[in-house]
C-alpha cells in the first residue's frame, strides 16, 4: 500500500491532495494489467473505475455497425483514464481497449463516491481535478471538430 | 529579380493532393545555399508564382518542395513531370534559430502540411546532432493517409537520439497509433521547458493552441517560433501583399518569435 500511495501522490492529478486525503484515495486504489487488445471497459456497462495509466496505450473507441471500431482518441503514461464513475447514472459511455501492455492503477469509484459524500472537502477536491482534466478533452476535442489540417474550399 | 529556370529532375506524388518537386539549375551550375525555415518563389510559367518553403537537406545539391494542390498555381505544379522547366526566385525570408538552440532541447511541432517548412531544420539539427540537447518532433495529421514522409519518420523514431511522436485527427480501421489532436503530444514528450527551443508550423490555430501548450508546460514565449504564411508576392517587402501589422511576412517572416507576433493573431481586422 505504501508503494501504491507513493505512486499516486507522485502523479500531478493528486498533487498537493494533503496526507490524509491520500491515505483515503490510497484505500480505493489497487494495481491493474491489461494485454494487448484487451478491453478495459464496454460501453453501456457499470461505471465503477478510473484509471492512472502508468505504462502503455489505451484506445477510447465507439463501435458502429457501417464502420467498425472507431477511435477517437488514445491515451498513454500519465493519463487519468474515465469520469463516468462519477457522473450518474454511473455508465461508460465508450469502450477502451488496451493497444499496447498496460499498466495502471485502478480506483474503486464505488468507494471514492462514499468517501466523496461523507467528506464533501474531499469530493469537492477530486471534482476540481475532473473538472479540470474534462476541460482539456473538450478542448482538444473542439479542435479536432475543427478539422484544421483539411483543405479550404 | 528574374527567376532563375530549374528543371524537374524527380517528382512524387506524396499523398492524395500533396507532391514533392526536386529541382536543379537548367544551366547546370550549383544552386543558392539557402538557410531552414526559408521560402522560395516558384513560377509555372503562364499561369503564376506562389511562395513555397524550402523542404529539403540544405546540404544537398537539388532543391526540394513539398506542396499541396490547392489553387491554380500549385494545381499546375502537380502536373510538371521530370525535364519540365520552372522559374526560381529565392531563397527570402527569415530562418529557424538552429544556431541559437545550440545545447537547448528542441522542440519541433508539425501540424499536416507544416512539416516540409521544418524538415530543413530537423536535418541540420540531426547533421549537428551533438551540438543539440534532446530533439523531439510532434506531428499530426488528419487522418493517417495524410502523414508526410513516412520512410523517413520511421527511420527517424529508430534513432536514439531523436523522439518522434505521430497523431492523427481520425483514426482508420487498422490505424494503432495515437489519436488526438497534436497539442496532446505536448506531455507526453521529455524536454526541459526552460531550456528549449520550439518551432511550430501548421494552421494558425493550431499554432496558438500548440504554443499556449508549451506555455503551460514552462516554455517561454520568446523561445517559441512560427512560420506564418501570408500572400506573398514580390518576396522583399515592397508590394505590401504579405502585410502583417506593422510586419511583411516575406523579409520580416515567415519565421517570427512568438512573443512578437501573439497579439497579432488574435486580431480578426489583419
Known amino acids: 500500500m505504501e508503494t501504491l500511495e507513493r505512486l499516486l501522490s507522485q502523479h500531478p492529478f493528486f498533487k498537493e491532495l494533503g496526507g490524509e486525503y491520500m491515505q483515503l484515495v490510497t484505500g480505493c486504489a489497487s494495481n491493474v494489467r491489461f494485454e494487448p487488445d484487451q478491453f478495459i471497459f464496454r460501453e453501456g456497462t457499470e461505471a465503477n473505475q478510473f484509471y492512472l495509466i502508468r505504462e502503455g496505450r489505451v484506445a477510447l473507441q465507439l463501435f458502429s455497425p457501417e464502420r ?8 498513454g503514461e500519465g493519463d487519468i483514464l474515465g469520469w463516468s464513475w462519477l457522473i450518474p447514472p454511473y455508465s461508460w459511455h ?16 464505488k468507494c471514492l463516491r462514499r468517501k466523496c459524500e461523507d467528506d464533501h472537502n474531499l469530493g469537492y477536491e477530486l471534482l476540481k481535478r475532473f473538472s479540470h482534466i474534462m476541460g482539456q478533452r473538450l478542448e482538444s476535442t473542439r479542435l479536432q471538430l475543427l478539422d484544421l489540417y483539411g483543405v479550404r474550399s | 529579380m528574374v527567376p532563375r529556370p530549374y528543371v524537374v529532375k524527380r517528382m512524387r506524388k506524396d499523398t492524395v493532393d500533396t507532391f514533392t518537386l526536386e529541382l536543379g539549375p537548367k544551366d547546370g551550375r550549383s544552386r543558392f545555399s539557402f538557410a531552414p525555415g526559408q521560402f522560395n518563389m516558384i513560377y509555372i510559367y503562364g499561369v503564376g508564382e506562389v511562395p513555397i518553403s524550402i523542404c529539403g537537406d540544405p ?13 491554380a ?11 519540365d522547366i520552372v522559374g526560381i526566385r529565392g531563397p527570402f525570408g527569415t530562418s529557424w534559430p ?6 537547448r532541447d528542441v522542440v519541433v511541432v508539425a501540424g499536416g502540411i507544416g512539416l516540409p517548412p521544418l524538415r530543413p531544420a ?15 518532433l510532434l506531428y499530426g495529421t488528419s487522418t493517417p493517409d495524410d502523414i508526410l514522409f513516412k ?6 523514431r529508430a534513432r536514439f537520439d531523436l523522439e518522434v511522436f505521430v497523431t492523427v485527427d481520425r483514426g482508420t480501421p487498422g490505424w494503432r497509433g495515437n489519436v488526438g489532436v497534436v497539442t496532446t503530444l505536448i506531455t507526453k514528450a521529455g524536454f526541459d521547458p526552460t531550456n528549449t527551443i520550439a518551432m511550430i508550423v501548421g494552421p494558425e490555430v493550431m499554432m496558438r493552441f500548440t504554443a499556449l501548450e508549451l506555455m503551460k508546460r514552462g516554455v517561454k514565449a520568446e523561445t517559441i517560433y512560427v512560420s506564418m504564411e501570408r500572400n506573398m508576392k514580390c518576396g522583399i517587402g515592397l508590394c505590401g501583399h504579405c502585410q502583417f501589422g506593422p510586419l511583411f511576412t516575406c523579409k520580416d517572416g515567415p519565421v517570427f518569435r512568438y512573443d512578437q507576433i501573439k497579439d497579432l493573431l488574435v ?3 489583419i
Request: proline share 0%.
Open chain 1, 68 to 75: 467498425g471500431h472507431i477511435t477517437i482518441e488514445t491515451l
Open chain 1, 94 to 109: 465508450f469502450d477502451a481497449k488496451a493497444l499496447d501492455l498496460t499498466r495502471a492503477i485502478a480506483l474503486d469509484g
Open chain 2, 59 to 71: 546540404s544537398s545539391s537539388t532543391l526540394v518542395h513539398t506542396t499541396r494542390a490547392v489553387g
Open chain 2, 73 to 83: 498555381v500549385t494545381k499546375a505544379m502537380s502536373k510538371l513531370r521530370r525535364g
Open chain 2, 98 to 103: 538552429v544556431e541559437q538552440a545550440r545545447t
Open chain 2, 122 to 136: 530537423l536535418y541540420h539539427l540531426l547533421a549537428h546532432r551533438d551540438a543539440y540537447g534532446k530533439v523531439v
Open chain 2, 151 to 156: 520512410e523517413e519518420l520511421e527511420n527517424w
Open chain 2, 267 to 269: 486580431k480578426w481586422e
